[in-house]
């Protein structure tokens, strides 16, 4: 089945870039996706990338996708203290009902000032 | 910029009451969901709905759990009878037709405390 792991925590400060690290299982994943969520707030999409994309950039977001290793990074650059929050990785299979996505368990980036 | 809305945003229940939680998808989604986040775990699939009916449901999702979109604009989930297991953030999300399926806008969330 599907399985999606992540990093538990991050710390950085604040300037410097972050990465947020997944690994996925499923090769047949078509969708990935970066979430952030914030304390006591919902999910909000940040990014997400198509499988046969190696990147995507979007203003100080990078996405990188490694499809061999099943690899996937969000790079933050110049990381602020708004960017303090939960970072969830999830992916969609080719397959499956357009919302049903896998989440990791999120990633905690703390940036401290 | 649209939004999903939620509400409740918090509801406390006891164990064995109904609970029903409501969302106002975007106006002109075509497909709903519902997600759950028990604290500190994953965020879960439970349910999608499309064209009135369920598409896809997990295994979390039995008949205790049911969905409804009565009037064209809400979308409930209802759980019958709480047990404490179910207290959870709940998140409802909608997305577009075609291309647009595959992205999802979520809600922020109905946090149900069972107890």
């Known amino acids: 089945g599907e399985d999606v792991e992540q990093s538990l925590f991050l710390s950085v400060r604040e300037g410097d870039s972050s990465v947020i690290n997944c690994t996925y299982t499923d090769s047949s994943s078509t969708y990935l996706y970066w979430y952030k969520q914030e304390p006591g707030a919902g999910l909000q999409l940040l990014t997400y990338i198509f499988s046969n994309m190696d990147m995507k950039q979007d203003q100080r977001l990078t996405v990188l996708l490694n499809k061999k290793d099943k690899h996937l990074s969000l790079r933050i650059a110049d990381t602020q203290t708004g960017d303090s929050a939960i970072y969830f990785c999830a992916e969609k299979r080719w397959d499956t009902n357009a919302g049903k996505s896998t989440f990791g368990d999120g990633t905690t980036l703390t940036v401290k000032p | 910029e649209p939004e999903v809305t939620q509400t409740p945003s918090h509801q406390v229940t006891q164990m064995g009451q109904e609970v029903i939680l409501r969302c106002v998808p975007i106006?002109?989604?075509?497909?709903f969901y519902w997600y759950r986040q028990i604290l500190g775990q994953k965020v879960e699939f439970l349910v999608s709905?499309?064209?009135?009916?369920?598409?896809?449901k997990s295994e979390i999702f039995d008949d205790q759990f049911s969905v409804e979109r009565p009037d064209g604009s809400n979308f409930t989930l209802k759980i019958r009878s709480t047990k404490l297991e179910d207290s959870a953030m709940y998140f409802c999300a909608s997305s577009a037709g075609g291309a647009g399926a595959n992205v999802l806008t979520f809600g922020a969330g109905s946090r149900l405390t069972v107890l």
């Open positions: 709905f499309y064209n009135n009916e369920i598409s896809e």
């Open positions: 106006s002109n989604h075509l497909y």
